[in-house]
Structure formats: C-alpha cells, structure tokens
C-alpha cells in the first residue's frame, strides 16, 4: 500500500486514540469487535462509530463482518501510528520521497528540523511475492500463531539491534537512530547499490573488502545470510556499505556453513559475471584455503570465532551450540515422555476393558432380579468398594460384585451365582417366593399397558395433548423450561 502521509495532518486526537484501541484489541484478535473498540478507546462524548467511519474512509482500517462486526489496521494505520510516535519524540519533522522498494520493506526520506535527512524504512511482512516468512525466517521461534503486523514489529527490532550492535564494533553498516513498531530509522548512506554499478576503478579492492567484511562478521560470531549485491551500497570513492540485517544468524546455527558458502558463491558469481573477475587475481584471504583448482576461497571451517561474541550478546538464531544441544535434549526427553505416557494409557485402557463384566452374567443377573441395581455399575462410576441406592434402599458392596474370567460360558456363570447363594440354604425359599411375587407384578403391568393401548386405539387414536396459555411464549425457544413444559403436555 502506498503511503500518503497527507491525511496524517488531518487526524485528531480522537482519530488515534481509536487507531490505538484497535492495535491494542488486535493483540488477541485476529478481528476486534467494535464493543471492544468502544470500551478501549473510552471516548468523552462517545463518536466511536463515528470514528471508525473516518479511518476506514482513509484506507486506516479495514472492516470485517464475515463473523461478526469488527476491524483491524491495515499497514497504512499501522505507518501512522509509528510515524505519529516519532514526530511526538522529535526524530524528525517531515516525510519526502520513496527511495526504494524490496520484498519485504519500503524505505522512505525523511528529515529533521535542522534539515538533516534520514532514512525511514516500514517493514512490511506478507506480500504476495515473499509469504514464506515462516519457513524463511526465524521472527516467530517457539509461537505459533502470528499477525504480520506482529513479525513487521519483530523483524524491525531484530534489524535495529544488529545495526547498533555492528555500528559500536566499526562495521560499516548505517547509523541506527530509532526504531518504533514496524518502523526504523537510520542514517541516509550516500551511495548506489552494487548491482546498479557497471564499472570500478579497482574491482580487486573492492572484491577483497566484500570477502573480509564476510570472514570479519563470522569471527565475531555472525553470518549475513544474505549478503550479496543487493545489499551491497558503494559511494563514489568505492566505500562499502551493508544493508538490511533482520535475518544474520549466529556461527552456532545448525545450517551456518551452508549460509557461510551461500554469501561467498553469491559474491565470486557476480563478479565473475560482471567485472568477469576470476580469483586467481585475488589476493588470499584471512582464513581461507584453496580449493582442488588452486583458487583461495574463504573456508567456514577455517574460521576463528576469536574477535567477539555478538551472537550471544544479540540472542541471534541459535548463537550457542550448548544451548541448542541443550534444547534438543529436551525436546527428545518430552518425545520419549509423550510415547511412555501413551504407552501408560493403553495399558491402563486394557486393564479396564478386562475388568469389564461379560455379557452372559448381566444377562443372568438381570433375569434373577431385574429390580435390584446394578452393584458393578454403581461402584464403577463412583469408585468406591460399597454404594448406596437411594431409590431401593438397599447397599451394594464391592465384596458381592459379579465378577467372572473373560473365558467363561453360562455353566461357569450360573455356578458363580450359586456360590454365593449357598451360605443361607434356610432362605432359599423365600427369596424363590419374592422372585415369584416380582415376576408377577411386572406380567400386571405388562397387561395393563396392553389393555390401555387397545382403548386408545378403540377411541381412534392417541388424544392431542392440550396446550398450555402460555404456549405461545415458548415458540423459536430451546431452553430447558419450554422443553420441560413441552414434555408435562405430552404427559
């Protein structure tokens, strides 16, 4: 999105305070509802609405009512706000001309009061020609979740950190001013970039201040990654300067050879390509060795990490090879952790499917006494040896409960059952008798079901049940009092 700096003196007080509730609402979410907006922003006279309708006219905020009615910043907004907080510090007064645009930042002009112009660059993660931020990159590290905003504002302070930090140790990179969310700035380099060059007066030179500044980052614990002519500025007195830092990584990372080698190839193919420099006219370099066709390259394993440790210092990707020994221990512990856990679980899920009770005795159990509750049941959900049935009245111990081996027949069932009958052989009598007395009330009820289905049926039909006065109220309702009503008219 282009940025319009010419709407920003037509904004209030108002105007960012909402702007702000927004940013502070998008922090756990991913759309902010405009009640969330409202009660953020704590407006005198309210105007909320009224607001937002401002800034989404100006491109500041983009509506969303796919869910429900809500809004988040755009970049625009997001610009405004750190362009709003840097003015208010006094870094600069004014905004000038767009100096250059890349995959994944604008760089702007900007100027102080005295007149001293800077350089103003606005990360911008999630364009559509760089979306692999997350594969590419190592912003995000343990989250999983992220807004591009949020990894903007992460890359933004990773890259001030480095460029202050090589700024203090002489590097030649720009001097770092001040950063606020996406936002950095920098001093202005006078000069080109290294690929918009066609000739130099001394390529050998430069080619040997590219290759060392390369073997000087890795000594003190550091590798560009990408650090090719891209990133290359050159001035008229063939000065070097290096750009754009947000993803240097420390001599530790587990792939910090690979991007060793990557940097140097890219720095021999364009000179090979453009100045048609071969490096047999190159001088050898500090911590270099030859290759089998005799031409000196700089060597990662040749490479002492002895002039610093600005990894560490800077937290870089993986700056200590102990740590992420460390970490990696770890994360195989929690495997094996994880795998013995599951290996628990299914053990303990076999135990419980082999204490279960066999169909066959439920079956007998129920044919001997239907009325009785279920003592295994009982006691399983409850946990206890001994419970207690309300309805009945009567106590289930865990000591009498049915248990019979997974391999055992109606024969082996039945001689459970009687062994445990045969203690009182004096009341075997009466409990055939109350058997008897159960059985026959249930062949009652049976009939009586069956005589008032027939005389429903001689009336022609189950009766409609009547509807209550207030059965209109229920209508379009599911709560439990419609439900219950809806049932005692069935009844």
């Not at 890349?102 to 900007?110: L, Q």
């Not at 102990?322 to 994360?331: A, L």
Request: glycine share 6%; charged share 30%; hydrophobic share 35%.
């Amino acid at each position: 999105m282009k940025l319009d700096v010419n709407a920003l003196r037509y904004l209030s007080k108002d105007d960012f305070r909402v702007l702000t509730a927004v940013e502070m609402g998008m922090r756990n979410h991913e759309i902010v509802p405009a009640e969330l907006v409202d009660r953020i922003a704590r407006l005198k006279h309210g105007g909320t609405y009224k607001v937002l309708r401002n800034l989404l006219k100006n491109k500041l905020v983009h509506h969303d009512a796919t869910k429900y009615d809500g809004y988040r910043l755009t970049y625009l907004g997001y610009d405004f706000l750190a362009i709003k907080t840097l003015v208010n510090r006094g870094v600069f007064a004014s905004v000038g001309r767009q100096i250059g645009v890349g995959k994944e930042s604008d760089i702007f002009e900007v100027a102080t009061e005295d007149g001293t112009v800077l350089a103003m660059k606005l990360h911008r993660l999630g364009r559509t020609s760089f979306r692999a931020v997350k594969s590419k990159r190592d912003y995000l590290r343990h989250r999983r979740s992220f807004n591009w905003l949020y990894l903007s504002r992460l890359a933004a302070l990773k890259e001030f950190a480095f460029m202050k930090a090589l700024g203090d140790h002489g590097f030649p990179v720009p001097t770092a001013v001040d950063c606020n969310r996406h936002c950095v700035i920098m001093s202005l380099v006078q000069g080109y970039p290294l690929v918009q060059v066609k000739e130099l007066q001394n390529p050998d030179d430069v080619f040997d201040t590219i290759l060392g500044l390369i073997v000087r980052l890795a000594e003190h614990g550091l590798i560009h990654c990408d650090f090719n002519e891209f990133n290359i500025m050159i001035d008229d007195d063939e000065k070097i300067t290096v750009i754009d830092f947000p993803q240097m990584v420390s001599v530790s990372h587990r792939n910090a050879q690979m991007f060793f080698d990557r940097d140097i190839e890219c720095i021999y193919k364009f000179f090979n390509k453009r100045f048609n420099l071969t490096s047999e006219k190159n001088e050898e370099q500090p911590g270099s060795e030859s290759d089998d066709e005799g031409n000196s390259r700089p060597s990662f394993l040749s490479v002492k990490k002895t002039a610093g440790s600005l990894d560490k210092e800077l937290a870089a990707s993986g700056f200590t090879r102990k740590e992420q020994v460390e970490m990696e221990k770890y994360i195989e512990e929690d495997a094996e952790g994880h795998d013995s856990s599951s290996d628990d679980e299914d053990d303990d899920d076999d135990d419980e499917v082999g204490d279960a009770v066999p169909l066959v005795s439920l079956k007998i159990d129920q044919q001997d006494g239907s009325d009785e509750p279920d003592c295994n049941l009982a006691s399983r959900d409850s946990d206890v040896p001994g419970t207690f049935s309300e309805e009945n009245g009567t106590r289930c111990s865990g000591e009498n409960r049915l248990e019979s081996p997974p391999s055992g027949g109606n024969g082996e069932a039945m001689k459970l059952l009687q062994s445990g009958s045969q203690e009182d052989d004096d009341n075997d009598d009466d409990s055939s008798e109350d058997a008897d007395e159960e059985e026959d009330a249930e062949l009652t009820k049976q009939l009586n079901k069956q005589r008032k289905k027939a005389i429903a049926a001689a009336h022609g039909g189950r009766r409609r049940p009547v509807s209550s006065r207030n059965a209109y109220k229920d209508k379009g309702k599911g709560t439990m009092n419609s439900k219950i009503q809806r049932q005692a008219c069935k009844w």
